[in-house]
C-alpha cells in the first residue's frame, strides 16, 4: 500500500497562486510517471499534468501557462504550481503514480483546492 502525503490545498481568491506537493516513502518516484489529478463535484475526473520518468510533461489544455508540474526524484517530490487560478480549477486534487512496467497505478487521498471571491 502506497501512502501519499499530499499538501498545499485550500481556500484562494480568484488570480491566487497554491503550491500542493505530494511525497511517499514506499516506491520511488524515478521509476514512475507521476501526476496530478482533479476532480470538482458533479463534473468528470481531469488528469491536469503529468511528468515522465525522462522528464516529458504534459497538461490539460486549460491549465497551460498557468500550472507547472515539477519532480524532484532525488527528494522524492511532486510539486504542482498553479498560477492564476479561477473559479473552474476548485477540484480535490490527487497525486498519482503509474508504472510503465507494470502499468500499476496509486493514487492519494486527495487534498482540497477552492477558487472562490
Known amino acids: 500500500q502506497v501512502q501519499f502525503v499530499e499538501t498545499g490545498g485550500g481556500l484562494v481568491q480568484p488570480g491566487e497562486f497554491v503550491r500542493l506537493s505530494c511525497t511517499a516513502s514506499e516506491i520511488r518516484f524515478k521509476f514512475y510517471t507521476m501526476g496530478w489529478y482533479r476532480r470538482a463535484p458533479e463534473k468528470a475526473g481531469e488528469l491536469v499534468a503529468e511528468?515522465?520518468?525522462?522528464?516529458?510533461?504534459t497538461y490539460l489544455d486549460s491549465v497551460k501557462g498557468r500550472f507547472t508540474i515539477a519532480r524532484n526524484d532525488d527528494k522524492n517530490t511532486l510539486d504542482l504550481e498553479m498560477n492564476s487560478l479561477k473559479p473552474e480549477d476548485s477540484a480535490v486534487y490527487f497525486c498519482?503514480?503509474?508504472?510503465?512496467?507494470?502499468?500499476?497505478?496509486?493514487w492519494g487521498a486527495g487534498t482540497l483546492v477552492s477558487v472562490s471571491t
Open positions: 511528468v515522465s520518468k525522462d522528464n516529458t510533461v
Open positions: 498519482g503514480a503509474h508504472s510503465p512496467i507494470t502499468d500499476r497505478e496509486y
